[in-house]
């Protein structure tokens, strides 16, 4: 069986760099690239795909709205989540979403192509560490009960925004919301996380690894 494989990561040269590792697999064929959400939405139908590796941070409307659209537009294609962030913030959010999988950047090739192999055999694929975690929670019937988690999808992704610098018309534009709106989630956050200023909210993002 041939893995027929589109790449989504905004970097020319990650994907050059994905592009060789994997096409050296006699399993694997890159079918298509996209350098934003929105771009590969618009060409993940036009060609048969198996597995998407996707960058969680892209240009376009979020991972998790992403994910969303992918699932509508192209329900048969399983998604893999390719991150620099610690899995900690994403994985479980990504998973849930509909991903097939979340590996970090800094993984070797062969752990690459293990992630990629499972989610086109309709596995998923996890770090051991979180499996681990994950196991443990189940059996012990614990929730996540930290201030990130205790989030909904959207105010995480209001906050990664506002993390990242962007400004209230900006997220507004990405996200498809009006900046009344932005504003609004802005002050929910600072509520919940217990903080004053957008300052002390980009200063939270990137302590908890939410954005570098």
């Not at 989630?185 to 200063?203: D, G, Q």
């Amino acid at each position: 069986m041939t893995i027929r494989l589109f790449i989504a990561d905004d970097h020319a040269m990650v994907r050059a760099g994905l592009r060789r590792i994997l096409t050296e697999q006699s399993d694997v064929q890159v079918v298509g690239e996209a350098a934003s959400a929105d771009e590969l939405l618009r060409k993940v139908t036009e060609v048969d795909v198996d597995v998407v590796l996707l960058d969680v941070t892209m240009p376009g409307p979020g991972i998790l709205e992403t994910l969303r659209l992918l699932q509508e537009k192209a329900p048969e294609v399983r998604p893999l989540v390719l991150s620099m962030h610690p899995e900690e913030q994403y994985a479980r959010r990504v998973l849930r979403a509909g991903a097939a999988g979340y590996i970090t950047k800094d993984q070797p090739p062969d752990r690459l192509l293990e992630a990629v192999r499972k989610a086109a055999g309709g596995g998923h694929f996890v770090s051991p560490r979180l499996a681990e975690a994950l196991a443990a929670a189940l059996m012990a019937g614990q929730t996540e009960a930290t201030p990130v988690s205790a989030l909904s999808d959207r105010e995480f992704e209001v906050l990664r925004l506002i993390g990242s610098g962007r400004s209230v018309k900006k997220i507004a534009s990405e996200l498809g919301l009006s900046p009344k709106t932005i504003s609004t989630y802005r002050v929910r956050l600072m509520e919940k996380l217990n903080l004053k200023t957008t300052a002390e909210l980009i200063r939270f993002a990137i302590g908890q690894g939410i954005v570098e």
